[in-house]
């Protein structure tokens, strides 16, 4: 029973891992269509940046609609018509003459279904397993994301100089109906294998009450690198190169903690913490220190951070929040990721537009980093203060016997 069900789960994360590939991974791509659309469309540096993050906002904050969706026609088919409209919007998208038309298509609508399809494969994979196991699963899925990144970038390298950002999301589109679609009908928990409350509960004689909504600190400001390289006048061969760094060691980033979750001696909220710190010193180094040696050593952390943000914050946040149904913390979470790219990139734009430099939109986004990092030390405070007699650090509950099982005996 225990084998079967979690050969169902690995199947519906790896159909998860092709469906991200599809429909995500022209998202994380998005630099190299920055300077096309904004050429084009004749936008500014805010509404450039904003047709590239509302998507993920849109995904994350939707989410207790997607909850309500799933609730009402269940977690498949909630899950094709997410992969099946995000597909028709990156078509769409690709006929938009208007700033207007690309960011309903690409981001509201496009971002609204591609989190109908997230928040529906996670609660699925959440049900299947616990602790490491959702770790590495919500990695998997990921992974997709990122592998299909790579590829992607370099055929978008290829083509956009010689078909524009049009045609490329025209290819992207039928990459997605291909491995996309087909895959989101394997979304789909067998009840058989899932007893009351398996894998969701929370830990025995935990408070079910909501601490906080822990993913304040995920305020991540989707920077446009190609943008900003080109700013500061970085030549188009080492634009590329960097561009390249930061897409594999996303990848790289994703592999290390699905392989690692569960034997690292740090808990994935610590380890969320450490990232948050570490992007602080990279932004300011970005905005200080522009030179090559730099660019090199900073690709490389904001690649690994990349990959690491699209993983750990689910977890995380379900591990603080501690609530009794994972979906509910999941929707929580998604709240919290959507709330920083809705607003990250408008000021960052707007310090562009403003002073032709991404300077000081770089502190900003230091001190964005830091007061994450400060609030989810609050928020983790408390909780360990009350962590039951019984729990592991890594917030894993070992089996005792309840208080009232405990006088009756």
Known sequence: MASSRIVRGCCITAASFFVCCGILSPLNSYGRLFTGIQDSLNTTAVQTGWIGSIPWAACYITSPIALIVENFIG???????????????????SYMKSFVGLFFTLGVINGFAIGLFLHSALCVQFKYFSSSGRTRAAGVT???????????????????????????????????????????????????????????????????????????MDTEYKL??????????????????????????????????????????????????????????????????????????SSIFI???????????YKAGVDLLRLEDSSHGLSLVMIGLGAGFAVGTLPIGAIFDATGSYKYGFVLTAALFLFGGIIQIFVQAPVCL?????????????????????TDV
């Open 75 to 93: 977690y498949r088919q909630t899950a094709v018509i997410g992969a099946t409209v995000s597909t028709i919007c990156y078509l769409l998208s």
């Open 142 to 216: 990921g992974l997709g994301c990122g592998f299909g990144a790579v590829l992607l970038s370099v055929f978008y390298e290829k083509i956009i100089p010689t078909h524009g950002w049009r045609f490329a999301l025209r290819i992207s589109s039928l990459i997605a109906g291909v491995l996309a679609i087909p895959a989101s009908f394997v979304v789909k928990p067998n009840d058989d294998h899932i007893g009351p409350d398996t894998e969701i509960g929370v830990n025995e004689g935990e408070n079910k009450t909501l601490q906080s909504p822990e993913d304040d």
């Open 224 to 297: 446009e690198e190609v943008s900003y390289f080109e700013s500061v006048s970085v030549p188009e061969e080492d634009i590329l190169l960097y561009v390249t760094i930061t897409t594999n060691c996303d990848l790289a980033g994703r592999m290390v903690l699905i392989f690692a979750a569960g034997f690292l001696p740090i808990s994935d909220s610590n380890l969320l913490l450490a990232s948050n710190l570490v992007m602080v010193a990279v932004s300011l180094t970005f905005a200080f220190l522009p030179c090559k040696s730099v660019f090199i050593l």
């Open 303 to 313: 690649g690994v951070g990349r990959g690491w943000y699209n993983i750990l914050p």
């Open 386 to 406: 009350r962590r039951p007699k019984g729990t592991s650090r890594r917030g894993q509950s070992f089996k005792r016997i309840d208080r009232d099982e405990a």
